[in-house]
């Protein structure tokens, strides 16, 4: 059994830039939730995908969007980077809509300039 | 609204003592209840779960009670490692059953 990958681990950009980040879910799972993690805190909640659809969203403005596709992996996309961007982006994968266990992903750090 | 928070954001124990890691939550309607293990550089790894309608559960040297009338958690580590060191979070579901909300996490640190 697969667990959760994401890609890419390291990302450096500068403020105004877009970034596109990348989450595969484990096998047999259907739905993907991101959280943004500052330093020293908890995982706070972007949104979550199930069956190519937003199923609820966090305090996260527009310019945070996302994608599922069809074989249930997603992108994160941000765009008009800013410095308080800069924290480590989890990908978490469930079953049913999340009401199942979530579990994480290595993450990705991204660092804006 | 919707918070977690855990007691002492550090804990330091002996290796071989039992570890006990607390969290209080602020939604009396949460039916689940999740504790995650991160260790430095990677993503939280799930250590065990409880429904609201238990008030325990216990897996491989590990415990988890809760008790719903003063919306307390709580993680027990039996016989703590060095390799038990790393920040614990515990997290309720939201009320729409989609998210996961964290507390800030207490970072446990076990010296041989």
């Known amino acids: 059994e697969t667990g959760v990958t994401q890609s890419p681990t390291h990302l450096i950009k500068t403020r105004g830039q877009q970034v596109t980040l990348r989450c595969s879910s484990q096998?047999?799972?259907?739905?993907v939730s991101w959280y943004q993690q500052a330093l020293g805190q908890g995982p706070q909640f972007i949104f979550q995908?199930?069956?190519?659809?937003?199923?609820g969203r966090g305090n996260f403005p527009p310019r945070f969007s996302g994608l599922q596709f069809p074989n249930y992996s997603s992108e994160l996309n941000v765009n008009a980077l800013e410095l308080d961007d800069s924290a480590l982006y989890l990908c978490a994968s469930s079953l049913s809509g999340g009401h199942e266990t979530q579990y994480f992903g290595p993450g990705t750090r991204l660092l804006v300039l | 609204g919707e918070s977690v928070g855990l007691h002492l954001p550090t804990l330091s124990v002996q290796e071989g003592d039992n570890s006990i890691i607390n969290c209080a939550y602020s939604?009396?309607?949460?039916?689940?209840f999740i504790w995650y293990k991160q260790e430095s550089g990677k993503g939280p790894q799930f250590i065990i779960d409880?429904?609201?309608?238990?008030d325990k559960r216990q897996g491989q040297r590990v415990t988890v009670l809760l008790n719903k009338t003063v919306k307390h958690l709580s993680l027990q580590i039996a016989a703590t490692q060095p390799g038990d060191s790393a920040v614990y979070f515990c997290?309720?579901?939201?009320?729409?059953?989609?998210?996961?909300?964290f507390g800030k996490g207490t970072t446990l640190s076990v010296s041989s």
């Open positions: 939604n009396s309607a949460s039916d689940y």
């Open positions: 995908y199930y069956r190519e659809e937003e199923n």
């Open positions: 096998s047999g799972h259907n739905t």
């Open positions: 409880i429904r609201s309608n238990m």
């Open positions: 997290a309720e579901k939201n009320q729409a059953g989609t998210a996961l909300i």
